[in-house]
């Protein structure tokens, strides 16, 4: 899974779950049946879209990072036989 | 993060408005299914008439026991008219807690040897602390009183507001706090996850992502500059 997909299957989650929480917190009240529904609805699609954001972004900064420790090591490395110093690289 | 979340739910907790109703217990009498028939209810002396909305809902504790009366008088339809008051039968004075359209708890009050007659008053005690233990939150009320054949007389529904001990000190409201703690440290660690998603073949020319030209086999020779040093992500 990715981790795009894997933040907005928990933001699903939290979505539901915000809304269950706030009627607990006396902010909604579930009389009827169809109410909570959409609001329930209207939580998961957000909660999916917002998480799945953030989770698009932790992953590509994840990565960027793991790139750029990967290359500082071949770098460590590479200067141990060299002196001449290199020019990391931006990110 | 876990600090923050919690932050911000006592904050919405304190946010909360408090009641402001105080209809006294005298009056306020709402007609049933006959204009005859007046009924009324009071929770714990308060009449909870006006409560309707969220934010005017009746603030309780699902701790202690709660007095419910029913009132009930007859009048005469036509106002002016001499005549006397129609009787009624109440048999029965229910309580349901409606959650999710549905009846969450029903109490009930029979009236033995209930006869017709212009007024009456019915007590209902019920102690609620083991929902207190679970639940809190907004719940929609619905008092009625019935005839022994089981027509509604007189309805009336209202939200109460339950509280939970410390916000979240019911179990219902407490679990979700941990869910929500538990989905966002899931989220927090997608990072972890990202590092072992297969790499997308590029086409084209190649962008300079660090991801996508690994700097391990970057240099080499001794002194070169890594293919990723135009700022990473620009492309030709």
Redesign the interface.
Known sequence: ????G??AG??V??GI??V???????????????V?LIYFLLGAILGAIV?GA??LV???????????E??????AS??A??P???????? | MALAVLIS?AG??AA?PTHASTTPATGGFTPGVSPSFLGRVTWNNVNPVNDTS?SD?LPIHFSGNITIQYTWKSVSAVSGNQSPPPTFTVYDARLQI?????PLATRDVDVSGAVASTGGVINLSWDPTTYGYV??????ITTSMLTPTGTTLWSQ?F?V????PL??G?A??AV??I??IA??Y???T??????H?PLKPKKGPPTG???TT???S??AS?????P?????AKSP
Request: hydrophobic share 50%.
């Open positions: 899974m990715t981790a795009a894997r933040g928990a933001g989650v939290i779950v915000i269950l929480l706030a009627q607990q917190l006396g902010l909604l009240e579930f009389a009827n049946f169809t909570p998480f953030i989770g932790i992953g590509r900064r994840a990565r960027r990072k793991a790139g750029m990967a290359w500082q090591g071949a770098q590479d200067t036989s060299s001449t110093p290199t020019t990391p690289p931006k990110n | 739910i919405v907790g909360v969220p809902a409606f959650f999710f359209g549905f639940l809190a939150g907004l719940y929609a529904t939200l507001d339950a509280s939970a916000l979240i019911a219902l409201p979700l706090v869910i929500v989905e966002l899931y989220v927090a997608a990072g972890r996850e990202a590092l998603e992502e660090p991801e690994p700097p391990a970057a240099p001794p002194g070169e500059t890594p990723a040093t135009d700022g990473g």
